[in-house]
Structure formats: structure tokens, C-alpha cells
């Protein structure tokens, strides 16, 4: 597909921002993709995000006038010791029967325009190595891996 298809099938593509009335939309839309549903993370997700004020960064996608998707992100200011703005991507889902129709590029160029207009000059997420779809994705969209390494560790009682 060339840039100038994937234009035309943006914006046919509505992206609105978020609303507490689409809980239940997000909820199914997820456990659709994951297999599990997840409802206490997204109430809270949703009730923490659309408190935030100033330009929205949880967005939703629509086709046709149905919900095709969503997108949840985050602005944080000097965490994990950076001196700058960062925007954080937390979840993004498109419902598998509305994908290649440029829902997913739509809400991340809105995403996009939104942050630029704060004052954030970057955008992280993190993506499990097993989902190749979705690197494949964001590998189209921009996204390159990070300078830094994020860690982790397994936590068990000590002895």
C-alpha cells in the first residue's frame, strides 16, 4: 500500500477523544484482542485519563459510525529522570475486523498532532516481542526502538 492509499483511508477514519461512555466499547473491543476482559484496569484507565485537562490523549476511532478503536496515552513530566516532556502510549486497540482501514494510523497521527501541540517532543509505548503485527505496525508508523533499556524483576519473598 503507498502513502497516498493509506491517506485516503484515514480519513474516512473519525477520531474523537475518548469518552466515559465508552467503557464498555473498550472493555469488549480489548478482551476481543486479548482474550480477556479487563474492566476494573480500563475504568480506571479511563476515569484517570479523562480527568486530565488541557489537549486530550486518549482517543477513539470510528468507521462508518462504529467504534473501531481506541487509544490510551499519557504526558509525564520528569519521570524516570528525564529533563523533558514524554508521552507515554499505554494501550492502542483496533477491532480485528476494522484493521488495514487505517483506524490504528488515524488515531496515532491525532495522537501525534495533540502532543506536538503540548509541547512533548516524544512518544514511547512498549511491545511484546511475540506480537509481530503490532511491531510491524508501529515500525510503519515511526517508532524505532528507545535509547534506553527498560528492566524488570521477578518479585518473590526473600527467604
Not at 484493521?99 to 509541547?119: C, D, E, I, K, P
Amino acid at each position: 500500500m503507498n502513502m497516498e492509499e493509506t491517506r485516503r483511508k484515514e480519513e474516512n477514519v473519525l477520531v474523537r477523544n475518548l469518552r466515559p461512555n465508552d467503557l464498555d466499547a473498550v472493555v469488549a473491543l480489548d478482551a476481543k484482542n486479548t482474550g480477556h476482559r479487563r474492566e476494573e484496569y480500563f475504568r480506571l484507565k479511563l476515569k484517570e485519563n479523562l480527568a486530565e485537562t488541557g489537549i486530550k490523549v486518549s482517543l477513539a476511532g470510528e468507521l462508518d459510525g462504529c467504534f473501531c478503536g481506541f487509544l490510551l496515552a499519557r504526558v509525564y513530566y520528569g519521570e524516570f529522570g528525564t529533563m523533558e516532556p514524554v508521552a507515554v502510549l499505554d494501550t492502542i486497540g483496533v477491532h480485528p475486523d476494522f484493521r488495514g482501514q487505517g483506524a490504528g494510523s488515524a488515531m496515532l497521527h491525532q495522537l501525534h498532532t495533540n502532543l506536538v501541540g503540548l509541547g512533548v517532543p516524544r512518544l514511547r509505548t512498549e511491545v511484546s516481542w511475540d506480537a509481530p503485527e503490532l511491531l510491524t505496525f508501529f515500525h510503519h508508523e515511526g517508532f524505532r526502538p528507545a535509547e534506553r533499556i527498560s528492566l524488570e524483576m521477578q518479585l518473590k519473598p526473600r527467604p
